[in-house]
């Protein structure tokens, strides 16, 4: 890792250890702490990581970028830092300056499209939208007669209607009837494809530092805990557990990791990228289910209460599964890449990475 990657990673975990500790987090019902939190985090400019200089942005890396993401996930940070760093990652590819505040994008699910009129208004619709409902500004892709553009929005020009997943963060549907953007440009040689990749290959560095949260919880609460007359680590079905979900946390993080360095190091977003990705995105979501439910079992019925801090880090990774595809879609779409190359293609492919 780069000097530049330890810094990044350094200001981050600062700023989640004093004001984003899970267990002060999970005892605060009111929400005071994601003001300060979300405060000290754009002025230390990791919103706008992806972002050029001359855009507005700190102008940090890739590699940056997915390295604090795999920080925020090991601490389950629950405010729009990784989809502001998506939006502006997403405007800066139609060279569109960056405005203050939270964001998100849209669409988030390949399902989704909205369309772009010839007057250049914006209608359709998306749902699961992480954080629509505190984003000050969406960055809209947006599918119209001359190709692909880039758009970024006043979220108060689309209609919200709120949701939750299943870690109880905003997962919001955003419907546009003839929106006006503030500006929106044409994006040659984008497609949507592109934006659900690099968001799958954010939400598996979360989910594999979420993982890596779990684990550490689960080895010192193991190492706490008595029963009959000694600590449940040394039991051989409590250790069996462990191992399985080092297991799970460690194929999670190579995968995750090697998709980010490939996306780092790429020119485009290639079959060989598309691999990485997609197969990242499926591995780190079948990681989030066998996981979490090994973590929970080392606990027993303490983990599951409101009170302990383990099902913060679970049920974020189980939400982000879904986000920017499931690992159901991308395994079908692998499958069609595949296909599609042919046979003799697959070990060609496979052995590059």
Known sequence: MAESDNIVVETAEKIFADLADPQTINNN???????????????????L??????????????????????????????????????AGWLLAQAKIASPEGEMTVLPASPKDRI????????SGRARGVPFAK?????????????????????????????????????????????????????????????LMLMGGVARSLQIAGALEAMLDISVRYSNERVAFEKKISKFQAVQHNLARLAGES???????????????????????????????????????????????????????????????????????????GSESHWAVELGKLVANRGADELWPLVASR
């Not at 758009?151 to 109880?168: M, P, Q, T």
């Open 134 to 194: 505190a984003a000050k500004h969406f960055a809209v892709l947006a599918h119209g007669k001359d190709g692909v553009s880039i758009a970024l929005v006043d979220a108060s020009k689309g209609r919200i209607e709120s949701g939750l997943n299943v870690g109880y963060d905003h997962s919001d549907t955003v419907t546009f009837d003839k929106v006006q953007p503030v500006t929106v440009k044409p994006a040659k040689d984008f497609d949507q494809n592109t």
């Open 29 to 47: 019902k009111k929400g005071s702490w994601q003001a300060p939190l979300w405060q000290a985090l754009s002025e230390a400019g990791l919103p």
């Open 115 to 122: 369309t772009l009129d010839a007057d250049g208004a914006l």
């Open 250 to 324: 460690a194929a999670a993080l190579a995968a995750a990791t090697s998709a980010a360095d490939a996306i780092a190091n790429a020119k485009s977003f290639d079959d060989e990228v598309y691999l990485e990705a997609a197969s990242a995105k499926i591995r780190c979501a079948e990681a989030a289910e066998k996981g979490g439910a090994i973590a929970h079992q080392v606990h027993g019925a303490i983990g599951f209460t409101s009170e302990h801090i383990l099902h913060r880090f679970s049920l974020r990774a189980l939400a982000w599964r879904d986000d920017f």
């Open 49 to 86: 990581s992806w972002v050029p200089d001359d855009l507005g942005g700190s102008g940090a890396s890739l590699a940056d970028g997915f390295a604090l993401l795999n920080a925020a996930g090991r601490f389950a940070v629950a405010v729009p830092l990784a989809e502001t760093m998506l």
